[in-house]
């Protein structure tokens, strides 16, 4: 059996429903059955229990062959720190120690760009992950290269890994919506557009996942394998869904400045009403930085590649219209 953890997220749902596609017997982690609305009438099995305590992972770990870990907490805001380390760096040394209690054969482990070492602009960033979390910005990042060294710790003990690092995952079968999505939904409902300079790279999910099967079939023990798109900027994001939708919602630039003072209230509030903001003082830094990021080797080792952009903004907005997407 295949065990998932994360399974009900964005990328996780497309990965389950990928696995069980292809023939495999699929568990997931999660406290209750997922709605039908996300996994359908595909055939798995739902295990009862959370990553944040070991004891509720032993039973299920016991029928597991192969782990795809992908549960993480992921936040833009400031002060979140004690939780995302219990869900990212304690969550993940218990799936690493269930692993290897149990006698599971493989893990695949889902991390992130934001673990990895930020090159001057105009230099690719690749799978240099930071040493030291003083020098890692924000505390998602830091949470997370705290989680790789966990996985590391696993390596060296004998726990066959491989490891992935997405960068911004967006595309179909986002339920939720995740921050990108909740923006595509506000432009197709001509919500006024305002943005400010910076990009960043955006990879479809369905491509994601793909890596994620290479990566499991084809890549080396020990080794991580970058899973990048396209550098695309916030005014051309919009371009793109302006050509792709056919419609034309009037756009106001926000010099970078008055957006970065404007994120700190934008922020607090977000938290007063329990609700994400899409641009915090974290969110526009990475806008800022530099997107230059390669996938050379996860092309040239497992034969990774990225769909056009455009396909990928097309079959998003088909989606949240009701238009049936193929999963692949």
């Given at each position: 059996m295949i065990i998932v953890t994360g399974a009900t997220g964005h990328l996780g749902n497309v990965l389950v429903?990928?696995?069980?596609?292809?023939?495999?017997k699929v568990g997931i982690i999660a406290h209750n059955k997922p709605p039908r609305e996300i996994m359908g009438d595909i055939d798995y099995t739902v295990f009862n229990a959370d990553v944040t305590s070991y004891s509720t992972l032993i039973e299920p770990f016991k029928n597991a062959e192969i782990v795809f870990h992908l549960a993480a907490k992921i936040s833009i805001t400031?002060?979140?720190?004690?939780?995302?380390?219990?869900?990212?760096?304690?969550?993940?040394?218990?799936?690493?120690?269930?692993?290897?209690?149990?006698?599971?054969?493989?893990?695949?482990?889902?991390?992130?760009?934001h673990t990895l070492e930020e090159k001057p602009?105009?230099?690719?960033?690749?799978?240099?992950?930071?040493?030291n979390t003083s020098n890692a910005f924000g505390d998602y990042s830091k949470s997370k290269i705290l989680a790789y060294k966990e996985v590391m710790?696993?390596?060296?003990?004998?726990?066959?890994?491989?490891?992935?690092?997405?960068?911004?995952?967006?595309?179909?079968?986002?339920?939720?919506?995740?921050?990108?999505?909740?923006?595509?939904?506000?432009?197709?409902?001509?919500?006024?557009?305002?943005?400010l300079d910076g990009a960043?790279?955006?990879?479809?999910?369905?491509?994601?996942?793909?890596?994620?099967?290479?990566?499991?079939?084809k890549g080396r023990n020990g080794e991580g394998y970058l899973l990048s798109g396209h550098a695309i900027t916030v005014k051309e994001m919009y371009e793109v869904l302006k050509k792709v939708s056919g419609i034309n919602v009037k756009m106001f630039k926000i010099p970078t400045f008055l957006a970065l003072f404007l994120s700190y209230f934008a922020e607090a509030y977000s938290k007063l009403i329990h609700k994400e903001a899409l641009f915090t003082p974290y969110s526009i830094r990475v806008l800022q930085?530099?997107?230059?990021?390669?996938?050379?080797?996860?092309?040239?080792?497992?034969?990774?590649i990225a769909?056009?952009?455009?396909q990928t903004i097309k079959d998003e907005i088909g989606w949240f219209k009701?238009?049936?997407?193929?999963?692949y």
């Open positions: 429903k990928r696995l069980v596609k292809e023939g495999y400031s002060g979140e720190y004690d939780e995302l380390y219990k869900v990212n760096v304690e969550g993940t040394a218990n799936i690493v120690r269930a692993c290897l209690e149990q006698g599971v054969k493989k893990l695949v482990y889902v991390s992130t760009v602009m105009g230099i690719p960033i690749i799978e240099e992950v930071i040493e710790n696993g390596v060296k003990k004998g726990l066959k890994t491989v490891i992935v690092f997405p960068t911004g995952i967006v595309g179909p079968f986002d339920y939720r919506p995740s921050q990108i999505g909740q923006m595509v939904r506000d432009f197709l409902a001509k919500k006024p557009i305002r943005y960043y790279d955006y990879v479809d999910v369905r491509d994601v996942v793909n890596g994620i099967m290479l990566a499991f079939n930085s530099n997107p230059l990021i390669s996938s050379d080797k996860a092309r040239n080792e497992l034969g990774y769909r056009p952009f455009e009701g238009e049936k997407i193929d999963i």
